[in-house]
């Protein structure tokens, strides 16, 4: 029985282990996620995120806000106590009796006294592992906090170009009323590294995505799916081997990539849309477009184009939107009631 006992604790070191190098060291895949914590933090923000439902706009947001930082300390609580009881089955495994404290002062280096030559053998190793994922911790939090930062400082820099909450039509409008179609491109260039290094840092980082913005009105997701928005409208309204829509496209198929591999991340599930791009948006999106001295396509191609490129995106946006409760930007900022309607988060409306 203890040697079953023990083969078990080495297995369950080797499970926690293998999780641990998984979520902070290697730079995953789209399909790679460690199983159990994302089963941890799936399992917790699901009634978290109903308890939002009964707050109000801003107490649900900042009670949704917590949750990152709380879910990332509740993956190392588990994965430390895994560690602890695995090490413990397998000094008891040894001929030594089960004892959970005298593992959990070793893996903390607490200075507990070993009494056989096999408990200094497996406290060494215990002892090293605990020191070598706290190593790792102060490493990984840092390179977290600064992914976040970066991240907010983009989704500010265009709240100044598109409102708050963003828009599409906001952005297009004061390019073309203040910086110019030129200076748009540049920053859809910009927006596309952006977009690139959020991508990278979110798949390597999920919990990354709960994090929240210290503003109500704005959001990484909206931000992304603005700039998304965007590129789009150029893309559907502009001439092909026009300088400003080769830009648009270079952008709009980052940011479409990035939703989609976020969302096969996060919310495996496309769904939903946005139904606010009726004929009226549509065309006064194009009609921002039309002020200037731009080539643009007919108006009936640009249609076609706008809602065949909108479908390849929206529902990935969707997806993600519905599984973290936030929300998805309007087309036009003019659009009172709508407008009203997305300074909820969607799981408050």
Known sequence: MRIVVGILGLALIALMLAEFFVAFMLPRRVKRDPRIARGIYRAVWRPWRAAGRALGPVAGDTVLGLFGPFALLLELVVWAAGLMLGFACVEWGGGRRFDFAFSAGTF?????????????????????????VLFIVIGYLPAV????????????QLSNRAGSPPSAGALLRRASERTGWDELGRYLDHAEEWAAEMMETHLSYPLLAYYRSQHLGQNWLAALTTIVDTSAV???????????????????????????????????????????????TVSALREILADHDLPLVDAELYRER?????????????????ELALTLPAWLPDDESRLKRRLLPAHLR
Do not use: K, M
């Open 108 to 132: 903390l280096s607490a200075g507990f006294e070993p009494l056989s030559t096999w408990q200094r053998v497996i406290g060494l190793l215990e002892a090293a592992t605990g020191v070598g």
């Open 145 to 156: 906090y600064t992914a976040f930062s970066r991240r907010e400082i983009a989704v500010s």
């Open 234 to 280: 150029l893309v559907a309204a502009l001439e092909e081997g026009s300088q400003d829509a080769g830009a648009a496209d270079l952008t709009f198929r980052l940011g479409r990539h990035a939703l989609a591999d976020l969302a096969h991340q996060l919310a495996p599930r496309p769904r939903g849309s946005r139904t606010d791009l009726d004929d009226e």
């Open 306 to 322: 706008l809602r065949a490129l909108r479908r390849t995106y929206e529902g990935h946006a969707a997806a993600l939107a519905s």
